[in-house]
């Protein structure tokens, strides 16, 4: 099992519309998570980390769910420069100081007019 | 302030040519990262430095891949030897001096090697 599962894609959504990824990690001792984007093979940039008491950023919302292993990322109102890929990103361990975390491999979204 | 700042964007080599990356960290940041991204796929760690020691190193490969972020100037990534198959996105971040797991990371534009 990978460490990090995501459904690669790609959701193909109308702008307007709402729509949630899940992501799925195998190590139940995992710190931290994050949500990051990415365009087109461009840098990584963070969306946001995730809580355990879920956290909301405008019209992104995360939620982390300890018990079942997964995090998700919720995107209301879907604009077309929400179309990116969404990487999740999960902190196996705190590895004695540093953030050796683990990338998934991407979720793709694209916003269709 | 400054990004990371990563050279060069694009690199080409031919194979069996040497192949050296830099990454220049953000100002005040003393932890690099350096990252491998494969077509299609998620990226990878690769090696974690702090100036002039190299902490973990347990995603590099183990031949013809080093690393190195020596006390002045940038961190490098070297591959000898270049095969196709290390055709990727290379990408180097940087954070600071960790005090909270949450710390985020920082990253450079990448350095997009192509092996011909």
């Known amino acids: 099992r990978k460490e990090v599962e995501q459904d690669p894609g790609p959701f193909n959504v109308p702008e307007g519309a709402t729509v949630a990824f899940n992501c799925t990690y195998s190590?139940?001792?995992?710190?931290?998570f994050f949500w990051y984007r990415q365009d087109c093979r461009k840098e990584p940039k963070l969306l946001m980390s995730?809580?355990?008491s879920g956290n909301e950023d405008g019209r992104f919302t995360a939620q982390l769910n300890r018990a079942s292993q997964y995090i998700s990322l919720l995107i209301r109102d879907s604009k077309l420069s929400d179309s990116a890929t969404y990487l999740c990103?999960?902190?196996?361990?705190?590895?004695?100081?540093?953030?050796?975390?683990?990338f998934g491999i991407g979720t793709k979204l694209q916003v269709i007019p | 302030n400054a990004g990371v700042m990563q050279n060069p964007r694009h690199l080409v080599r031919r194979r069996g040519q040497e192949a050296r990356l830099r990454c220049s960290p953000m100002?005040?940041?003393?932890?690099v990262y350096w990252y491998r991204q494969l077509p299609e796929e998620g990226l990878k760690f690769m090696v974690y430095?702090?100036?002039?020691?190299?902490?973990?190193e347990s995603g590099m490969p183990k031949e013809r891949f080093s690393a190195e972020f020596p006390k002045e100037g940038p961190s490098i990534l070297r591959i000898q030897q270049v095969v196709r198959g290390d055709s990727a996105a290379y990408f180097c971040?940087?954070?600071?001096?960790?005090?909270?797991?949450?710390?985020?990371?920082?990253f450079g534009s990448g350095t997009q090697l192509s092996v011909l």
């Open positions: 971040a940087s954070s600071p001096r960790l005090r909270d797991r949450n710390e985020k990371l920082f």
């Open positions: 190590n139940s001792a995992s710190q931290s």
């Open positions: 995730v809580y355990s």
């Open positions: 990103v999960v902190n196996p361990s705190y590895s004695g100081g540093y953030q050796k975390v683990t």
């Open positions: 100002k005040g940041h003393s932890h």
């Open positions: 430095l702090q100036k002039e020691n190299i902490i973990d």
